[in-house]
């Protein structure tokens, strides 16, 4: 009858969730006696009952005291027949089991049930009584097939419990499976009143007459169920020839089935779908029509390449196209700006997300060559590379001074570099004169000498020029050199962080010149402990006191001279081992003195006669008439929250002014024997 309604019509539909009690199966009494353990079932009596006669399933039964202790081996028929059809009372009246006493007598009946099967099939082995024809289970069977089939005569409306029959209907692989499936059902039945599965019926239930609101399996139960419904699928429904095709069926029924029960639980929704519009009909028709339609090929299908070039002549041009010189040469870096240009436009503006893809691969190659091009010529600017995705600064000039400048820059002068190519580190306390010896000696031997200026996290003070004074990055890209191991050394003061790059300083060399870096105590024990090979030279005032007079006329207040006087003390301890780690001390008194003494180092020799085609002294009095006190700049630059070693030195631009030289005289005091330039480290 439920065929002649709609599919969503409620009026077939069991929403009160009643269940059948009036099917009731009775089955033989085969006088099994009970015992007085905890296991032990009430039985009705045998008074009133005739020999012969049946009992219903409402009586209870216990195990049989005989039975097998091991839980793996199967009961006798006389003790299993019993409790195997007390099974169908909870089968027909599911609600029972909320009992947790008949549950607990439920589990152990169906248990030795399971395990009674379990006996029969290993009997029997894989070879069901009957083969089912495959044939049989085709799409398209007849009607005579169907109802000729095993799996169709195998129904019985109504079971036969004689005791006769029990052992035989055992033995019946149909009988086993219609058992298997209604313990199947209840499986799902208490599976249904797990918390989980109340869980996701919460928000949409609203029958409650069929979700049972108040009962909930504890988690021992739900396990139970959950391995027993395991263990009839895999290894009960699948047995036999036909048995993964049973499984396969009875699971999609049950499926279903649990689609019914949601729809009944959500008190029937509204299934149907809104009818088909006669528009969407027609363009769904349309595009069927285009998609099956034969088209005309194409002369040349799309993607192919055109023969052309088979066709015989035209060698010599081939061969010219071959030799042509854009083939083998190198291109010019600055193609590859302009294309790069070209490329990030159609990023940001791509016409099709194909053409996006496209630009996105091009520009990644053409990076790709422009960097390796830039990698021969222009490898110091690669630290000014932050971005991967920006490569922009190799199209950059090498270098950022002026045009002047810029050609002494580019230009070495071989004759004034000395043997020893080795780095040159100056070190020493503010004021001690570093930027005005590095000055003379840049003025004295041009083109044999450059200063690498390191790298800072700050930005730029006014004055400061980007790769002349300070190379100023951010954080991430001193955080990735640092990491890299591309710096010499580096240190943090007043979270800022300094570097001198390792890139850097290869490029001077590279660039046939000797670098001179100003460095402090702890960033020279960093190079060092990295294998980096330089020589070290330490610049010093004859004392403090000497120190504290040229701060003063520099007009500084107390707190600047005090702070400036404090970085310079631990080198004058009694018991300091600073200047040990250095090849050569200088002691500045006066400053033509201790510049013979600091070129002779670097050169090798003694003092030179002629420096720069001059005399030295003509040299030196030509300096002191232009340089200016610089001292109170020099303090300055120390004073700074962000100073380094190279901090507190004046900037490159003044470097070539002397330190209190124009107002007072300095007297000579060299670390090195008297007549002698060449510096030597200090005994003590």
């Not at 002369?299 to 081939?318: K, V």
């Not at 390796?372 to 950022?400: C, G, N, Q, T």
């Not at 105590?521 to 020589?535: C, K, T």
Request: glycine share 6%; charged share 30%.
């Amino acid at each position: 009858m439920f065929q002649s309604f709609p599919l969503g019509d409620k009026s077939s539909v069991n929403l009160r969730g009643e269940y059948h009690v009036e099917n009731v199966t009775v089955f033989d009494d085969t006088g099994v006696k009970t015992d007085e353990s905890t296991e032990q079932m009430d039985i009705d009596s045998q008074n009133g009952v005739k020999d012969g006669e049946v009992k219903s399933q409402a009586k209870a039964v216990s195990f049989d005291a005989k039975q097998p202790t091991q839980p793996d081996q199967p009961l006798n028929p006389d003790a299993l027949y019993p409790q195997f059809w007390s099974l169908q009372e909870t089968f027909s009246q599911p609600k029972k089991l909320f009992d947790p006493s008949h549950l607990a007598n439920f589990k152990r009946g169906l248990e030795a049930t399971m395990t009674s099967f379990r006996a029969i099939q290993n009997e029997q082995g894989q070879r069901p009584p009957k083969a089912v024809d495959e044939a049989q289970r085709g799409l398209k069977r007849k009607r005579d097939d169907v109802e000729g089939s095993d799996l169709a005569n195998s129904y019985n409306p109504k079971y036969l419990t004689s005791r006769d029959l029990f052992e035989l209907e055992m033995s019946d692989i149909s009988f086993r499976r219609h058992i298997l499936v209604q313990a199947l059902i209840i499986m799902d039945f208490l599976l249904s009143l797990s918390n989980k599965t109340k869980e996701k019926l919460a928000g949409n239930a609203q029958n409650k007459s069929v979700i049972y609101l108040g009962q909930v399996l504890s988690e021992e139960d739900t396990k139970w169920a959950s391995e027993m419904k395991r263990t009839i699928v895999d290894k009960y429904l699948k047995h036999g020839v036909d048995g993964p095709y049973f499984s396969r069926m009875v699971e999609t029924v049950l499926a279903r089935d649990k689609n019914w029960i949601r729809w009944k639980s959500e008190n029937c929704p509204s299934i149907e779908l809104p009818a088909v519009s006669p528009d969407l009909f027609v363009e769904a028709k349309k595009v069927a029509q285009r998609t099956t339609t034969k088209k005309r090929l194409r002369a040349m299908p799309m993607g192919s390449l055109p023969l052309g070039f088979l066709e015989d002549g035209g060698d010599e041009t081939a061969m010219q196209k071959l030799k042509a010189e854009e083939r083998y040469s190198l291109p010019e870096l600055e193609i590859f700006k302009r294309k790069i240009a070209d490329d990030d436009f159609e990023i940001d503006m791509p016409t099709t997300n194909q053409t996006k893809t496209a630009a996105i691969e091009s520009k990644a190659s053409k990076s790709w060559r422009a960097l390796r091009i830039a990698s021969k010529s222009r490898l110091a600017l690669f630290d000014k590379i932050d971005d991967p995705e920006k490569i922009d600064a190799v199209f950059e000039e090498p270098v950022d001074v002026d045009e002047g400048e810029a050609a002494a820059e580019e230009e070495v002068n071989n004759d004034n570099v000395p043997e020893d190519k080795r780095p040159i580190i100056i070190s020493g306390p503010p004021g001690a004169g570093k930027a005005t010896i590095f000055g003379l000696l840049a003025e004295r031997r041009p083109g044999a000498f450059t200063r690498v200026p390191r790298h800072t996290t700050r930005k730029p003070q006014e004055g400061e020029v980007e790769g002349k004074d300070f190379y100023f990055v951010e954080p991430q890209a001193f955080n990735m050199l640092r990491d890299g191991d591309a710096l010499l050394e580096f240190t943090t003061i007043d979270k800022v962080d300094y570097g001198t790059s390792r890139k850097a300083v290869e490029a001077a060399v590279e660039g046939g010149k000797v670098p001179i870096m100003y460095m402090d105590g702890e960033a020279i024990q960093q190079a060092r402990e990295l294998g980096y090979s330089a020589r070290t030279i330490l610049v010093l005032p004859p004392s403090l006191d000497i120190l504290e007079e040229r701060l003063r006329k520099a007009e500084k207040d107390d707190d600047a001279v005090q702070e400036a006087l404090a970085q310079a003390a631990p080198y004058f301890e009694a018991d300091s081992k600073l200047k040990e780690e250095f090849d050569v001390l200088l002691t500045n008194q006066e400053l033509d003195a201790t510049f013979k003494a600091f070129e002779g180092h670097v050169y090798g020799t003694s003092e030179a006669t002629l420096t720069n085609g001059k005399l030295e002294d003509e040299t030196m009095e030509e300096a002191d008439e232009t340089m200016v006190d610089v001292a109170s700049e020099e303090l300055q630059a120390s004073q700074a929250p962000q100073a380094s070693q190279e901090a507190q030195e004046p900037q490159e631009s003044k470097e070539n002014e002397v330190i209190a030289e124009s107002t007072e005289p300095m007297e000579v005091t060299q670390t090195e024997e008297a007549g002698e330039t060449k510096g030597t480290p200090e005994a003590s």
